[in-house]
């Protein structure tokens, strides 16, 4: 099993900055890929970042040159650094990860989450 836990989140006035950490834990064998989603109230979740293991990123058109992604294979840590932050970027930020764990000899790979962290941006 894998846990997600996640930090940094808060309020912060329009323009400013945030930074979100989310460490993986637990028996791993390894975490392919990683990523940030949102939700804002009445609206879907949606993709906000992602990262692969060997570090190539995607990001959502709208947060793109204002939010960067990275990660520490060694810690099994992903971060988001978000800046000049709008009040549209206001949302519940969930950490996804896609790990494989090992049991009697055989690797199974699944989906986790986290808990969530709220970001609000103010005007």
């Known amino acids: 099993q894998v846990q997600l836990v996640e930090s940094g989140g808060g309020l912060v006035q329009a323009g400013g900055s945030l930074r979100l950490s989310c460490a993986a834990s637990?028996?791993?064998?390894?975490?392919?890929?990683m990523g940030w989603y949102r939700q804002a109230p009445g609206k879907q979740r949606e993709l906000v970042a992602a990262i692969t293991s060997g570090g190539s990123t995607n990001y959502a058109n709208s947060v793109k040159g204002r939010f960067t992604i990275s990660r520490d294979n060694a810690k099994n840590t992903v971060y988001l650094q978000m800046n000049s932050l709008k009040p549209e970027d206001t949302a519940v930020y969930y950490c996804?990860?896609?790990?494989?764990?090992?049991?009697?000899?055989?690797?199974?790979?699944?989906?986790?989450w986290g808990q969530g962290t709220q970001v609000t941006v103010s005007s």
């Open positions: 637990g028996v791993i064998f390894s975490i392919n890929n």
């Open positions: 996804n990860a896609e790990g494989v764990t090992e049991y009697s000899g055989y690797l199974y790979k699944n989906e986790y």
